[in-house]
């Protein structure tokens, strides 16, 4: 399996010389790109679903999104 155009593409832009602001900046572009995406998505579902600020809370407010931490030595 080879690679698409935009893996193609990328590949060309980050083989050209740039300092590390250059790569930091190109990094958020693309975060930023895919974070819209998911965003429009998650929007999307929510819609559909007819979820809301208040069903959210009501089914996560006994959920505890703390990691466990390893046992100490």
Do not use: C
């Amino acid at each position: 399996m080879g690679l698409n155009p935009i893996q193609r593409h990328l590949l060309e832009l980050f083989s050209k010389s740039m300092t590390d602001k250059e790569l930091l900046e190109i990094k958020e572009l693309l975060v930023n790109y895919y974070q819209q995406k998911v965003d429009t998505e998650v929007d999307a579902i929510w819609q559909k679903k007819g979820y809301t600020k208040d069903s959210f809370n009501q089914a996560t407010e006994n959920l505890h999104l703390r990691r466990k931490q390893p046992p100490t030595q």
